[in-house]
């Protein structure tokens, strides 16, 4: 399961961010997860309750949001490019150009940023 060690990457940025600031608590964190990167939402969800057990992170709310997937290919094609229908899963990023059938390069899709953390910081 790679999002046990994605999401300690994450943690381990938020908490370093947090301790940083001096943090006391952290209350939300915003994480936007592209589509290629092969990462289940539940599973990063359950990393994150787990992880953020006896932290400053614990109870705080975790919102992820999705980043569709897009390629650019030679042929002048951008777009979306959705999976075939009969399958479960994706098994590796579609790259495949739907208007010329050529590998297309990966424009967005590929990312896992924090966006956003709210915590609460002392008065200094």
């Keep these: 399961m790679h999002e046990f060690s994605v999401m300690s990457e ?14 006391t608590r952290v209350e939300e964190v915003d994480l936007q997860i ?12 359950f990393s994150y309750e787990v992880l953020a057990k006896d932290t400053i992170l614990q109870g705080s709310k975790l919102n992820i949001s999705q980043v569709n997937g897009r390629i650019r290919c030679k042929c002048g094609f951008e777009g979306e490019v959705s999976p075939p229908e009969d399958s479960l899963h994706k098994v590796v990023p579609m790259r495949e150009c739907p208007k010329c059938a ?13 966006r956003n953390i709210r915590m609460v910081v002392p008065d200094v």
Aim: charged share 35%.
């Design 10 to 23: 994450i943690v381990k940025s938020i908490l370093e961010e947090a301790n940083k600031r001096h943090a």
């Design 34 to 45: 592209g589509e290629y990167t092969m990462l289940g939402e539940e599973q990063m969800r």
């Design 102 to 114: 050529e590998v297309a390069e990966i424009i967005e899709g590929r990312e896992c940023i924090i």
